[in-house]
Structures are given as C-alpha cells and as structure tokens.
C-alpha cells in the first residue's frame, strides 16, 4: 500500500479544500442538503470485507463496511435498540408472529432502481434460500414475506420472534438491489448495489475501497463526507506514523500504540464495542470430548494476564459473550471461572486422562501474543499445549466449515440481536459452535428470549438467564471484551460511539 | 595470500573472534542464558535494560537476552544447514559438468539457470507451503537455491584446470577421472569453494533471520534472532531502541562471516 500522496489524492484534496473554502464564506464549513453536496473524503484504516454481498459474506465484522454501502428497514442506535431508517415503523401482531413494516416512500437503490416493497421481499427472500446464503440460519424462523403495497412489507414468522428488528439492523436485512442479483448474483461480492450512504466506486481486494456520497440515501442529510476510502487494518507499528502523515484520516488501533497516538497529539476514542476474544472448542474433538478436560480449560485462563498483553488493559476480562452494560450482561456470571490452575489440575485428574499431561493443540492465525500466552498458562495447568498457525485465508473453511480444529483462538465480532449471537456461538449450525451440540435446556432458554417482547419488563433477565445457561453448559470460553480503539486526525470530527455497527452519520473532515 | 597468512590478518582476527563467540553461543546458548527464555511474567512486559535484565524484556515478560543466546543455536545451525544443502547440490555437479561430456555440462547449465531465476525468500515461503512450516524445509529450499552459486564458483575454478598440461599429462599417463580430480583438482577448488562458503553463510544467515522475522520455520515461542527482532518491532512506541539489539547482533554475524570470507580469497584483503 502506497503511503505517499498520491498525485489523484492531492488534487482531490486541494479540490476538497477549495469546495469547503467556499462553502466557508457562505456560512457552514461543511453542509450537506437534503440530498445535496457535501465535502472532505474520510481515509478509514480499518479492513476490507471477505465479499460485498452480505448473503454470502463470512466475516462478522464485514457489516461495518457493508452497512456504508447497504442499508436495512431498521438499523442500531448507540444503545443498541433497533430505530427506523429505510423503514419509517413496525407493529407487531398480538402474537408476536407478524410484523409489518412500513417503508419511506420514493426510495432508490444506488443503481436507481426502486427500493419498494417487492424489492425488500426478493431480498429478504434471497437471504433465507439461496443455496449459498450465509445467513439464512437466521431466517430460518420467516415463513412468509409479502408485500401488499407499496410501501409495506408483512413478514410472517413460523414462531412468535421479538428480535427481528434488532435482526434486520445487521447484516441479514440490508437489503440488495434485486435487479443485481437477478442479473449476476456472483457480481454482488465486487460490485455491490444497496441504498446505503454511499455507494462503492473502486475497489481492490485486500487494499482498497473507494466510496462517494450516495445523494439517494434515506439520511443523506446527515452524512456530511463526500466519500471514503477504506483500507487494511494498518500494522500495530505503523499505524501512529501513518495517521500522522495523512496516510489515514481514522484507524483502528490495538491497545498498545493509544500511548503512542495520543503523545503524538492524535485524539483517541475508546469505544465499547461488542466484540469479545474467544476460544472456539470442539466438544467432539480429543481431548474436549471429556467434559472435565473442557471444564479444566476454563479454569487454565487467566484472562486478566490475557487482557493486560493483548489490550494493555483496554476493555474487561470476559466470563460470557456480553460486555458490561447490554442487557444479557448477567451480574450472576462474574468470576465464575477465575483463574485457578490448581483446580484445573485437579479436573484433569479426574478426566480421563488421569494425571499424564493432556495434550491439546492451540489453532491460531496468528501465533505471538494471547496463543504464546495461553501455551504458557495451559502448561502451568496440566495440560501439554502446542501451537498450530493455520493461514487467515483457510481459518473459515477450517474451523467454521470442517470444524477439523479442537481449539481456536478467535474473536466474537457481535450481533445486532442477542438471539442471532447466540446462534452463531452456540446453535447446532453456529459458525462458532465446532462441536455442533447445543443442550436442550439452552434452546429452551433461547425460545423463551425469542417470545419475549424487546420492551417487555422481563426482557433482560429472560436474556440473562439464557446467557447464564450457555456460559454453564457451552465449551466457548470467552476471554476479554475488545473495545473498539479509534486514532484520528485533529481535521476529523469525532466519531460517533456505537457498540455494534460502526456508523458515520455527522462526521467531517475539514 | 596463502590462507594461513590471511587468517593473521586483523580483520580476520576479528572476524574469527565473532564467530568464535557465535560458535560458542550456537553449542552453549541456551544453557549459559541468564533465564528461561521461554518463561513468562506479563507484569515484567516491555521493561528497559537492566542488571537482570540486559536487553530489557520483551511483550510477554520474557528476557530478551535469554532469547537471543538461545535463539542462536537455531539460527546458525539453520543457516549451515543450507549452505551445506547448497555445496552438495553445487560442488559435485560443478566438477561433473567439466568433466562427464557435453550433455551433462548442457543439462546442468540448463538446470543452474533455471533455479537462479527463483527468488529466495519466496521460494522458501512456497516450499513451507507445501512441505509444511519448518525450518529444515525453509532452509533446504534456500540450499537448493545456494546450489548454483557453488555450482558456478566450482566450474569456473576447474574450468582452467581442464586444460592444465600437469591435468593434461596425467590423462595421458592413464590416471582416472577420480585421481585426477582427487589430487590435481580438489586441492585448488577448496579455498575458492571454502571462500563462497564463508559468504553464503553470511547470506543465509540473513535468510534464516528473514524468514523467521516472517513467522516462516521456527513457531513461537521459540525463539530466534528473527523472531525476536519481529516481536521487538511491534511495540517501537514503548521501546524504540530494542529492534536494534537483535538486527544488530544479526548485521554482526553476516559482517564478520564476510570479513573473514573476504580475508581468505585468494589475492583478497591484504
């Protein structure tokens, strides 16, 4: 990746400057109308998507960019609760298995097609039954999707599901222009075509995305950017000289450089975040087919150590999916399993593997860090622990399609509903669930959250008890929380704070 | 210059001196370091020089001074273990195309040109890809391509011999290919050979820091003097003078084995 300005990007720049100089002297450095022009385009080190189709894209944290070119009846606010955006409001049915949407009228996909009611139940449709469809475990529960007019959407549930707003805000209701995927279906994962803020212009697999504005958005009054790059996550080492030169206007960061950007004058925001570092464990792989080599391996962690190395501190250590402040969180789960090396030795005396050391394999993408850490603290616990580095490139197709791996050092990249991340950890046909067993009781737990209206009084201790349930009975052991580490440069604006999907509503670049 | 006389110069002094302490390190490293070098104590991580710790420690508490001396014996037998690969795939075919005919010395020139159009690094990376990531795979995939700068330094060593007249009457009174080249030929290669050694090693050890810099050959927590200068340059905010430590004692080494390999060549450094 070039870090030079390029000849393009500095004319584009002193044009930038021009447009804002100009907009100056007419009042508001950087307006944008209802549709109309705005300026500065924002150069965003975070990463680039396994595919610009969100049926088929494989990686959690993709939605980030893909909710910039794709935009779905409802989306998160800051707080996590599903609000309007291409649709104006829903109701549900008295039993909780219909649900209507009602859409804004006049909308348009980027390819100037018409974004209605039939638009959004082709899409929708194409989520739950395409053959390749990685979503359509989610859409298991939608029965029907019918749209009597225009500007409503009926969708028919098999069972009574509270969540499906929060649903449809991720990635499994942004919702594609039908026209493109009748067209080429296939074209969709480099050419993507939704009625998010911006539209893709360019774009070079593992390098490179170039967005500009999109005029038709729903909020195209709130976006203030006149476009944006999207780049690789930038290298740990570099990341602070890169956002000093210009190179980026906004990157991700890990723990260790907030020291260093900040010293270099680069304000940082540490923002919560629902990702979460966690050990994917295959319970029907040796040695974790014996549940108390699996319940000695939660005791083996030290997360605490494990947050200090990986994060220098930023975030909190981790007994279950949540982070602190959602409302699955549950107070009950705290500690459970705090680092005892001691008893983890003696469960696996009682295993039946006897006192010998139990040899386990460490899968990794990456080697240095929390795997070189783990190996140590496996060691210091009875077992006899060594590291595999696998490619990132086949990490999906190993550990998520052939489920060959016993342990896999991973990330949590969140969910918009709770119900939807708990499938994906611990659903018989969760990406993050090798083992392929969920026990009953969990199901039952999660059935009881799915009916639960979302403003129900009894909500979140219906959620926290199902999130109780699967920390006791699921293998994952989940490590620390990951918050979401933004260094930008002093002419950004600052970044709004969302937990789950990265938005950019009011955000500028002067 | 004889050889002996070289090895008395002060910069092959010096020379032999490194590698005498590198030799030493790459049999005795892991036993003479201060520490375990893969112990662990992350409230120890990334502290400054110290009596206890010379080179400071490292991201996870480790001392980094245990670590470079037992990452030694690891990166200089891997190194050696290449440019043996190299002299085995390259010395005898050198030898063998001057004297076994035309279409061996064809063949094997073909060959040699093909193989020098690989590139080391990428070579070595494909290889582990495939072989699986191990540093005896990386490190006959760099011997392999070693092979045809011995290959080369050999020929043209020998290639003067073929028509020497003491060559030449030998033939003559019936002594075979193998005398020959036992007693006429052999002698005279070996210090060019022993000279391209010297440097190749300096290369290698260059390779082996490379590739273990990329995570290729030996896994963490191993360590080694690539490894540790990778991990040393993740955290250059926290300690930006530690990466020097490890590049250092790496630009040492390939300097002293290309002093010395200079020191030796035949009408070299006086």
Same mark, same amino acid.
């Given at each position: ?5 390029t ?5 584009g ?8 100089t ?22 965003w ?11 088929t ?25 599903a ?45 739950r ?9 989610q ?24 969540q ?51 005029p ?36 991700q ?7 260093? @950007? =900040? &010293?270099? !004058?680069? +304000?940082? %925001?540490?923002?919560?975040? /629902?990702?979460? #570092?966690?050990?994917?464990?295959? *319970? ?10 699996t319940?000695?391996?939660?005791y ?16 909190d ?6 982070p ?13 399993y ?9 469960l ?16 990794? @993408? =990456? &080697?240095e !860090?929390? +795997?070189? %850490?783990?190996?140590?603290? /496996?060691?210091? #616990?009875g077992?006899?622990?060594? *590291?595999?580095?696998?490619p ?55 059935a ?16 926290q ?9 699921? +293998? ?35 | ?62 001392d ?54 690989l ?53 003559l ?7 020959i ?90």
């Amino acid at each position: 990746m070039s870090s030079s300005l390029t000849r393009r990007s500095f004319l584009g720049l002193g044009a930038a400057a021009g447009t804002a100089t100009l907009l100056a002297a007419c009042g508001d450095g950087t307006v944008a109308g209802p549709g109309g022009t705005a300026g500065g385009t924002l150069k965003w080190g975070w990463s680039t998507v396994t595919s610009w189709d969100p049926v088929t894209s494989s990686a959690g944290w993709d939605v980030h960019l893909l909710s910039l070119v794709y935009a779905g009846l409802t989306k998160l606010d800051e707080k996590g609760n599903a609000v309007p955006a291409l649709a104006t409001g829903w109701k549900y049915d008295a039993a909780g298995t219909t649900l209507t949407f009602t859409l804004r009228p006049g909308l348009k996909f980027s390819d100037g097609t018409a974004l209605d009611a039939t638009a959004v139940k082709k899409s929708l449709e194409r989520g739950r039954d395409f053959p390749k469809s990685l979503i359509a475990a989610q859409l298991a529960n939608v029965k029907s999707v019918t749209a009597p007019d225009a500007t409503t959407v009926v969708i028919g549930l098999a069972q009574a599901d509270y969540q499906i707003p929060n649903l449809f805000a991720g990635k499994t209701g942004m919702i594609v222009s039908p026209a493109a995927f009748e067209a080429d279906a296939t074209a969709l994962a480099t050419k993507p075509v939704g009625a998010g803020p911006f539209t893709l212009t360019a774009y070079v697999q593992n390098a490179k995305a170039t967005l500009t504005r999109n005029p038709d958005y729903w909020d195209a009054a709130n976006i203030k950017l006149g476009g944006f790059e999207a780049y690789p996550l930038p290298e740990p080492a570099t990341v602070v000289a890169a956002l000093q030169s210009g190179q980026y206007d906004v990157a991700q960061i890990p723990g260790s450089q907030v020291e260093a @950007a =900040k &010293a270099a !004058g680069l +304000p940082v %925001q540490v923002i919560p975040s /629902l990702v979460v #570092a966690v050990l994917d464990v295959n *319970i029907a792989k040796k040695p974790f087919d014996d549940p108390k080599v699996t319940e000695a391996l939660r005791y083996a962690v030290d997360r605490a150590a494990l947050l200090k190395t990986a994060q220098f501190g930023h975030g909190d250590v981790a007994y279950q999916p949540f982070p602190k402040g959602y409302a699955g969180y549950s107070n009950s789960l705290e500690g459970i399993y705090q680092h005892n090396p001691d008893k983890a030795k003696q469960l696996l005396a009682q295993s039946s593997y006897g006192t010998s050391p139990v040899e386990v394999v460490i899968t990794t @993408a =990456k &080697a240095e !860090g929390v +795997p070189e %850490q783990l190996q140590s603290q /496996l060691n210091a #616990a009875g077992f006899k622990a060594t *590291i595999e580095v696998i490619p990132q490139a086949q990490a999906t197709q190993l550990v998520y399609v052939q489920h060959s791996k016993a342990l896999f050092v991973d990330q949590f990249a969140g969910r918009d509903s709770a119900v939807q991340a708990f499938q994906v950890l611990f659903g018989k046909e969760g990406l993050m669930n090798p083992g392929r067993q969920t026990p009953p009781e969990l199901a039952d737990a999660l059935a009881k959250v799915s009916r639960t209206p979302l403003d129900d009084p009894s909500y979140p201790s219906v959620l926290q008890a199902a999130t109780a349930v699967a920390v006791k009975s699921m +293998p994952n052991v989940f490590l620390y929380s990951v918050p979401r580490i933004l260094a930008r440069r002093a002419n950004v604006s600052a970044i709004p704070e969302f937990t789950a999907v990265q938005r950019f509503e009011g955000v500028t670049v002067s | 210059m004889s050889t002996l006389t070289a090895v008395r110069l002060p910069s092959a002094r010096l020379a032999l001196s490194v590698l005498a302490v590198v030799t030493f390190l790459a049999v005795a490293g892991g036993t003479v370091a201060p520490h375990d070098p893969l112990l662990q104590d992350p409230d120890l991580a990334l502290r400054g020089p110290s009596l206890i710790h010379p080179f400071g420690t490292d991201y996870l508490g480790r001392d980094v001074f245990s670590r470079l001396l037992a990452g030694t014996g690891t990166t200089v037998v891997a190194a050696l273990e290449s440019v043996g690969v190299g002299l085995a795939l390259g010395v005898l075919p050198g030898l063998a195309s001057l004297w076994l005919g035309r279409t061996v010395e064809w063949v094997l020139l073909r060959a040699v040109d093909a193989v020098m159009t690989l590139p080391f690094i990428v070579f070595a990376i494909a290889v582990t890809g495939i072989l699986g990531n191990g540093l005896s795979q990386a490190m006959v995939a760099i011997g392999v391509l070693f092979a045809p700068l011995f290959f080369r330094v050999t020929r043209a060593a020998g290639l003067s011999l073929t028509r020497a007249h003491y060559v030449e009457a030998a033939e003559l009174f019936g002594a075979s290919r193998w005398r020959i080249l036992r007693t006429h030929v052999w002698g005279k290669v070996v210090p060019t050979v022993a000279v391209t050694a010297a440097q190749a090693t300096g290369g290698a050890l260059l390779a082996v820091s490379s590739l273990t810099f990329l995570g290729i050959g030996v896994q963490p927590p191993a360590p080694t003097w690539g490894g540790v200068l990778a991990s040393e340059l993740g955290f250059l905010s926290q300690q930006p003078w530690a990466p020097v430590i490890p590049a250092a004692l790496i630009m040492v080494a390939v300097a002293a084995l290309n002093a010395l390999a200079d020191a030796i060549r035949p009408g070299g450094a006086a």
